[in-house]
């Protein structure tokens, strides 16, 4: 049977707190600690409390989806405070013109040695707000809000007569058809273009 002392010194173990630390939070010898970590009760203890802390997590923890979605907003709103806190303030980093907050100064210094002068540029902070934008997203996805958009520019209409022709034909079979369709249009080209002249 553990004692009290022994008890917490297999919680603390369990959390990943060193034979030194346990000893000065109990205040006991090193020694004694590592003598009681040699002990097979003592390790079913450690290996209960790991069993128990990893259960919790699971079930409060990142695990689950509100936990998840509530530390996402979490870390949002710290984002947009950052952000409202800047607005229109240089003391925070932001400029005294811009009320979004997602504007900062930055001082560079062009040239080098003697000649050098720093000069104010300002810029959009990306990382903050790509941040921003990945978090919204993650939020919407974990809410299953999000409906991922096809950028379709640039793409060739199908139409249903070439959708059932791929159901049928191999790639290769189909490579084949467009090559000779392409041969059969030049050569009625060319021949086409002999009798006009």
Known sequence: MLTAAQITAAN??????SARQCAEELKVCRKTV??????????DA?????????????????????????????????LLHIASQRAGDPKHGGV?????????RREVCIGGGK???????????????DAINDLERDIAIEMGEWKQSIDVTGVEVISTEIVELASVFTPLQIDEAIQRFREL?????SSTGALAE
């Open 12 to 17: 603390l173990t369990a959390v990943g707190r």
């Open 96 to 104: 005294s013109w811009d009320e979004s907050g997602f504007m900062v």
């Open 34 to 43: 590592e003598r009681w970590r040699q002990a097979p009760e003592f390790r």
């Open 46 to 78: 450690v290996a209960q409390e790991v069993a128990a802390l990893r259960k919790q997590i699971r079930e409060h923890g990142a695990a689950v989806k509100e936990a998840r979605i509530l530390a996402k907003r979490r870390r949002l709103q710290k």
């Open 185 to 189: 249009q030049e050569a009625h080209e």
């Open 115 to 129: 000649f050098g002068k720093f000069k104010t540029q300002y810029e959009l902070d990306k990382g903050m707000l």
